[in-house]
Each structure stands twice: as C-alpha cells, then as structure tokens.
Nanobody
C-alpha cells in the first residue's frame, strides 16, 4: 500500500518551533520528489518546501517560509521532515506532505498525498 503519514503538528506559541514528520510506506523517498504543502483557513493550498534527489538533493522554499523552515530527509527511516522555526500566527494551517516521481517544485501536481497535520500558532 502506497501511503504517506504526516505527524508532529500541534499548538505552539509564536516564535516557537515544531518539527513535522512524513513517513512513507510502499515506496522509497529516494526515488521521489517530496514536498510540503499547507492550507490555512480561508486560503488555497500552497506549496512551501520541496526536495528532490534528482535535483542534487536541493531544497526550495516559498518566500513566506524561507529562512525559517527546513526540509530534510532520512533515507534509512524513509522519512522526510519539516523543521519550522520562528513560527508566526499566519503559519497556522493544516500541513500536508506529498510525493511524485516527477519533480514539480512547489506546484500542486503531486501524485501521492498524506493526511494533514494541524499546526496552530498562538500569540
């Protein structure tokens, strides 16, 4: 069964940090491009971070999260992480991980999606 499982969300105060995890089953992350998306209340889903082995393991970020969020992978655990620092109230959203054999960057064209994990940032 091909699945992604996102976890690690929760309630955090502004300025704090969280690390989200995305565990893959049924496929290996090293054969796929991986991305994190989020959907805030009243807004469309947006890509915020992506990583691809075929692109030299380079990572790319949306302007809104650049220099605050870091995407990384652990192939031994078949898991991708999103380290979120200096969180702001506007980061409140449901966060999703996604995977595809093709690299789409931050575009919303990924084939495999995990369930979302809610991140709530309070003041």
């Amino acid at each position: 069964e091909v699945q992604l499982q996102a976890s690690g969300g929760g309630l955090v105060q502004a300025g704090g940090s969280l690390r989200l995890s995305c565990a893959a089953s049924g496929f290996a992350f090293d054969d796929y491009a991986i991305a994190w998306f989020r959907q805030a209340p009243g807004k469309e889903r947006e890509g915020i971070a992506c990583i691809s082995k075929s692109d030299g393991d380079s990572a790319y970020y949306a302007v809104a999260v650049k220099d605050r969020f870091t995407i990384s992978s652990d192939m031994a655990k078949n898991t991708v992480y999103l380290q979120m620092n200096s969180l702001k109230r506007e980061d409140t959203a449901v966060y999703y991980c996604a995977a595809s054999k093709r690299y789409y960057g931050l575009a919303n064209f990924y084939d495999i999606w995990g369930q979302g994990t809610l991140v709530t940032v309070s003041s």
